[in-house]
């Protein structure tokens, strides 16, 4: 049974650093494009960023461009999200998705594997 599961997240200051990470067990992970999404209370999920399966195409919401970094070790089966000059708008419960396929998961996917989030928290 394919495990994904989010870690990385805590209580960090505005302007700080936070490295999330996301494994996926027993999955081929070379074969899965993933990405990172958040929801903060009250509001929708969002797409943050997703990277293809190869590592070779990215994609940021305008609101972390600049500031987030998204990227993938296929060896250890592991996805990351490096966050820097955190705001307390970043604050919301992240999650990680997995996509059977090359391209990028920009929006929620239908299909997929996903785990049960990390919360990340940015105090003013």
């Known amino acids: 049974q394919v495990q994904v599961v989010e870690s990385g997240g805590g209580l960090v200051q505005a302007g700080g650093s936070l490295r999330l990470s996301c494994t996926a067990s027993?999955?081929?992970?070379?074969?899965?494009?993933m990405g990172w999404f958040r929801q903060a209370p009250g509001k929708e999920r969002e797409g943050v960023s997703c990277i293809s399966w190869s590592g070779g195409a990215t994609y940021y919401a305008d609101s972390v461009k600049g500031r987030f970094t998204i990227s993938r070790d296929n060896a250890k089966n592991t996805l990351y999200l490096q966050m820097k000059s955190l705001k307390p708008e970043d604050t919301a419960m992240y999650y990680c998705?997995?996509?059977?396929?090359?391209?990028?998961?920009?929006?929620?996917?239908?299909?997929?594997?996903w785990g049960q989030g990390t919360q990340v928290t940015v105090s003013s």
């Open positions: 027993t999955l081929s992970f070379r074969d899965y494009a």
């Open positions: 998705a997995a996509v059977l396929g090359p391209n990028c998961p920009v929006s929620w996917p239908t299909r997929g594997y």
